[in-house]
């Protein structure tokens, strides 16, 4: 059974930060690459930060850039998203991604969201 499951989300003012967390089961955690994405009402889903399997690349959106910071913690099969400075833009539902790409089959899994709002 495959979960992710996203939590730290809550209410913060703006110039605030958070820290969400996606703990992740029923996969080999190691061998994805996770990402985060965030979707505010009447917009579309938008990539936010993304990290790969070894944690050798890492890429953010550039509304996001310098403030927010991913990271992963294979032995915890955990990854991160470190929020700073927060906006009120930031304001969204964030979503946890797994994905793995290789030569026969590719795999694809999403989690429930946790919602982040930013306001004074």
């Known amino acids: 059974q495959v979960q992710l499951v996203e939590s730290g989300g809550g209410l913060v003012q703006p110039g605030g930060s958070l820290r969400l967390s996606c703990a992740a089961s029923g996969f080999t955690f190691s061998y994805y690459a996770m990402s985060w994405y965030r979707q505010a009402p009447g917009k579309e889903r938008e990539l936010v930060a993304a990290?790969?399997?070894?944690?050798?690349?890492?890429n953010y959106a550039d509304s996001v850039k310098g403030r927010f910071t991913i990271s992963r913690d294979n032995a915890k099969n955990t990854v991160y998203l470190q929020m700073n400075s927060l906006k009120p833009e930031d304001t969204a539902v964030y979503y946890c991604?797994?994905?793995?790409?290789?030569?026969?089959?590719?795999?694809?899994?999403w989690g429930q969201g946790t919602q982040v709002t930013v306001s004074s």
């Open positions: 990290i790969t399997s070894a944690a050798g690349n890492i």
């Open positions: 991604n797994a994905d793995r790409r290789g030569p026969y089959k590719e795999y694809n899994y």
